[in-house]
């Protein structure tokens, strides 16, 4: 499978714990987003790459939260001290340089903070 | 930023009925407007878009969506839905002041029942 890929799928912590989330991007994408997704809300941005350069962060993304993408391929968002509020869906997409708008996604890594 | 209005949280229709979902979205210059469709257990994927030209939009699936500048809307039709249809609709929009980064409603939620 040549898509859009996420690692964990799932991942249950207790408040206070940092947890860090994996993408890996189609290969020839350079542009590299995350975003998240709360019941019965549509995804929310909250930052993207192009290359390994990070270009916008949302307000969103509190002191807590790090996106890195170390050189220009996979990226890893980081939460730090998980509180209860962060439970939600994380998904990552990417796509080609160029505005198409077509963002391709990945199946996501739902969260859930005890 | 933009912002993106889904009038329609919840639609329910039967087969062979038509759809209509509503999307406005706010002025913050030159737009481009996409239609996402998550199916049941399967990652966002794009319906259409619309970047220029023509205002009506075909798309995959015999879906066609119509930009309105005038009343800022980018409302999704299909003359004949399939119970297949049955997913998760979300309208987008980037440029302007968001930059590439897209902004999407609350979605919409259909139902069709055979």
């Known amino acids: 499978d040549t898509g859009v890929s996420q690692d964990p799928r799932h991942k249950i912590t207790k408040r206070g714990q940092n947890v860090t989330f994996r993408c890996d991007p189609i290969s020839e994408h350079n542009r590299l987003y995350w975003y998240r997704q709360t019941l019965g809300q549509g995804p929310e941005f909250l930052t993207y790459?192009?290359?390994?350069?990070?270009?916008?962060k949302s307000r969103l993304l509190s002191d807590r939260f790090s996106a890195e993408r170390p050189k220009g391929s996979f990226s890893t968002l980081e939460i730090q001290r998980t509180e209860q509020g962060d439970s939600a869906m994380y998904l990552c997409?990417?796509?080609?340089?160029?505005?198409?708008?077509?963002?391709?996604f990945g199946e996501g890594s739902r969260l859930t903070v005890l | 930023a933009q912002s993106v209005s889904q009038h329609n949280h919840h639609v329910i229709l039967s087969e062979a009925a038509s759809l209509e979902l509503g999307c406005n979205y706010s002025y913050g210059g030159t737009v481009n407007l996409f239609w996402y469709v998550q199916y049941p257990g399967q990652h966002l994927q794009l319906l259409l878009k619309?970047?220029?030209?023509?205002?009506l939009v075909k798309g995959i699936k015999g879906f066609e969506a119509e930009f309105i500048k005038s009343k800022f809307s980018f409302n999704l039709r299909k003359p004949s839905v399939q119970w297949s249809d049955t997913a998760e609709y979300f309208c987008?929009?980037?440029?302007?002041?968001?930059?590439?980064?897209?902004?999407f409603g609350k979605g919409t939620s259909l139902l069709v029942t055979p």
């Open positions: 790459f192009q290359n390994e350069a990070q270009l916008e």
């Open positions: 987008a929009v980037n440029g302007g002041d968001s930059g590439y980064a897209l902004n």
């Open positions: 997409a990417s796509t080609r340089g160029e505005n198409t708008g077509e963002l391709f």
């Open positions: 619309y970047f220029s030209g023509d205002p």
